[in-house]
């Protein structure tokens, strides 16, 4: 049978994981706004940067959004010898907590790359978490591109390409100092799909609603997934 209760909580975590990275998005591109030469996403919360406060907000918002998304996706399991050694949604989860440490420890001017002159143990700080914290949410794409439902896969997986390609093109873009625009935009893009990517994924697993079954004792457990051939 299913859990009126726990399917009207997980739609307002939802709506409230959809809610909080919509903000979080929109603080963020907003800031992006006030300057008119091309800036990398770290660069907005740069230290002494006006925008600074503000997209440190923007990005905790985008934390809680990711962190929301994590507990309703949390019954969903992927396949694979590696990729089911735990949950996607843990993933989510590591992929939240290390955003929010490089949305607290933000980096200074220009976000100079770990060991070069101007770099501080700031900025290695920063771009180790966001790093982490793109590779955590690049293996949740992984593991969602794996499950049962059909819809979850293809989503996940034509989400999962087009991030990795965007994103790694901007990344050598940024590493070999080349056309700050091209890298920047990049940047900017994939972000956006990976946003773009929680909401649906969000909406699409909130949509069929996970049911529960009650078995001997009383006792409600998840409904197990049907696996599709397809």
């Known amino acids: 049978m299913h ?23 929109v603080i963020i591109g907003t800031q992006r706004a006030r300057y008119e030469r091309f800036l990398y996403i770290s660069e907005l919360g740069a230290v002494y940067m006006r925008s600074e406060e503000w997209f440190r907000w923007g990005f905790v918002l985008v934390v809680v959004g990711i962190a929301l998304v994590a507990w309703v996706v949390r019954d969903v399991r992927s396949r694979g010898r590696v990729l089911d050694r735990w949950r996607p949604a843990i993933s989510l989860v590591l992929s939240a907590a290390w955003f929010l440490v490089a949305s607290q ?14 770099s501080t143990p700031r900025d290695a700080v920063h771009i180790a978490a966001a790093v982490l914290g793109f590779a955590a ?26 991030v990795a390609s965007i994103a790694a093109a901007g990344g050598l873009i940024s590493l070999a100092r080349g056309n700050t625009d091209v890298g920047s935009t990049l940047e900017y893009v994939a972000a956006a799909i990976g946003v773009a990517w929680l ?18 004792g009383g006792a409600a457990e998840p409904e197990r997934e049907p696996v599709d051939a397809t």
């Open 105 to 118: 420890v933000n980096c200074t001017d220009g976000c100079p790359a770990p060991f070069t002159r101007d």
């Open 199 to 216: 909401v649906t994924v969000t909406v699409v697993h909130l949509w069929q609603g996970p049911a529960t079954i009650v078995v001997e």
């Open 137 to 162: 949410g690049a293996w949740a794409m992984l593991q969602l591109a794996t499950a049962a439902d059909r819809w979850m896969r293809r989503i996940s997986a034509v989400g999962g390409v087009l």
């Open 3 to 25: 859990s009126a209760r726990a399917s009207r909580a997980d739609r307002i975590v939802g709506v409230l994981a959809v809610l909080a990275l919509v903000a979080g998005t």
